[in-house]
C-alpha cells in the first residue's frame, strides 16, 4: 500500500471512531430525556392527562364531519337489508306452501286408501 491509501484509510477510521462516539452521546442524550419524561410523567399524571385529552378535542374539531354520507350510507345498507329480509321471507312464504300442498295432498292419500282398505264410504 502507498502513502496515500493509508492517510485515506487513516482518516476514514478517524471520521468513522467519530460518527461512533457521535451515535454514543445522541443515545445517551435519549435515554436521559426518556427517563427525565418517564419521571415527569410519574410524579404529574394529572397535567398529562389534559393535556392528552385537550389534544384529542382539538383533533377531533379538526376532523370533517360526513354525518349526512354515513347517514346515507348506512340507509343504503338497511335498504339492502330490507330487500333481503323480503326476498328471504317470500321464499320461506313459497317453500312453505309447497310443503303444505305436498303434506296436505299425501295426507289425502292415506286417507283415500285408508277408506278403500277398511271399506268406510
Known sequence: MNESQEENQSGASQIADQGREA??????????????????????????????LALGFVLGLLVPREKEAATSRIDGHIDELKDLLGSLKSRVSSTAEDGYSEVSSAIGDVLKKAKKRFNFS
Open 23 to 52: 451515535l454514543k452521546q445522541g443515545a445517551e442524550r435519549v435515554q436521559k430525556v426518556v427517563e427525565q419524561g418517564k419521571s415527569y410523567a410519574a410524579s404529574n399524571p394529572v397535567p398529562i392527562i389534559a393535556g392528552a
